[in-house]
T-cell receptor, first 116, second 113 residues
Framework: DTGVSQDPRHKITKRGQNVTFRCDPISEHNRLYWYRQTLGQGPEFLTYFQNEAQLEKSRLLSDRFSAERPKGSFSTLEIQRTEQGDSAMYLC??????????????FGPGTRLTVT | AQTVTQSQPEMSVQEAETVTLSCTYDTSENNYYLFWYKQPPSRQMILVIRQEAYKQQNATENRFSVNFQKAAKSFSLKISDSQLGDTAMYFCAFKFGNEKLTFGTGTRLTIIP
C-alpha cells in the first residue's frame, strides 16, 4: 500500500504523560501536514512541512506540541504533559506542490488519542 | 482569516435520489481553491471534487458536481443517483497560498435503502 500511514491508530494515555505519533507520507510527496479533528468538527490545521522545513505552525500548537520531519521523509508529532483537551483524532496528510498549487492532499487514517 | 460554513449538520436521502450539500465561505482573496472531502465512517478522508476559483465552469466528477458562485461565495455539492456507499461525513474546504486547508464543520449524509 503506497498511501499515507499513521501509527499508532489508537492511543490511550493518562493525563500528564507524553505521547508521540508517526506519519509516513506517500514517498514522492514533499509536503506533509498535521491536522486535529475533534468530535463533530472539521479538521483544524496544526502545522506543515515542505521537505524537512517546518513552514507554518497554528496558534493551536501550544508549547507542549512539537513536530519534526527529519530528512524530509516521515514525521513525528509529540505532545508533552497531555491534557484531557488533547483528546482528538490527529490526521496527517501529504501532497506534492508549490505555492498556489491545487495538488490534492492525501490523508492518512488518523491516530485517535484519548487522554484519561 | 478565511472561514467555511456548512449549515446542514445532517441530511438523509433515499437511494438513487439527488441531494445537494451547501457550503459558504468568506475570503478577501481572488485566487483560491475549494474542495469537497468525504469521510466514511471509521475510514480515511478522500477528495471528492475540487474547483479552482479562476475557472467559471463548474467541476464535475461522475455523479458529483458543484455549483460554484464566486460572487456569492457559495460552493454546493450535488450528488446524483445517490448510492449507499455515499453515506459519510462531507467536508467543504478552502485553500489559498500556503496550502493549508480550512474546513467547515461537515454534513453527515445518510443514504437510505
Amino acid at each position: 500500500d503506497t498511501g499515507v500511514s499513521q501509527d499508532p491508530r489508537h492511543k490511550i494515555t493518562k493525563r500528564g504523560q507524553n505521547v508521540t505519533f508517526r506519519c509516513d507520507p506517500i514517498s514522492e510527496h514533499n509536503r506533509l501536514y498535521w491536522y486535529r479533528q475533534t468530535l463533530g468538527q472539521g479538521p483544524e490545521f496544526l502545522t506543515y512541512f515542505q521537505n524537512e522545513a517546518q513552514l507554518e505552525k497554528s496558534r493551536l500548537l501550544s508549547d507542549r506540541f512539537s513536530a519534526e520531519r527529519p530528512k524530509g521523509s516521515f514525521s513525528t508529532l509529540e505532545i508533552q504533559r497531555t491534557e484531557q483537551g488533547d483528546s482528538a483524532m490527529y490526521l496527517c496528510a501529504s501532497s506534492l506542490g508549490w505555492i498556489q498549487s491545487s495538488y490534492e492532499q492525501y490523508f492518512g487514517p488518523g491516530t485517535r488519542l484519548t487522554v484519561t | 482569516a478565511q472561514t467555511v460554513t456548512q449549515s446542514q449538520p445532517e441530511m438523509s436521502v433515499q437511494e438513487a435520489e439527488t441531494v445537494t450539500l451547501s457550503c459558504t465561505y468568506d475570503t478577501s482573496e481572488n485566487n483560491y481553491y475549494l474542495f469537497w472531502y468525504k469521510q466514511p465512517p471509521s475510514r480515511q478522508m478522500i477528495l471528492v471534487i475540487r474547483q479552482e476559483a479562476y475557472k467559471q465552469q463548474n467541476a464535475t466528477e461522475n455523479r458529483f458536481s458543484v455549483n460554484f458562485q464566486k460572487a456569492a461565495k457559495s460552493f454546493s455539492l450535488k450528488i446524483s443517483d445517490s448510492q449507499l456507499g455515499d453515506t459519510a461525513m462531507y467536508f467543504c474546504a478552502f485553500k489559498f497560498g500556503n496550502e493549508k486547508l480550512t474546513f467547515g464543520t461537515g454534513t453527515r449524509l445518510t443514504i437510505i435503502p
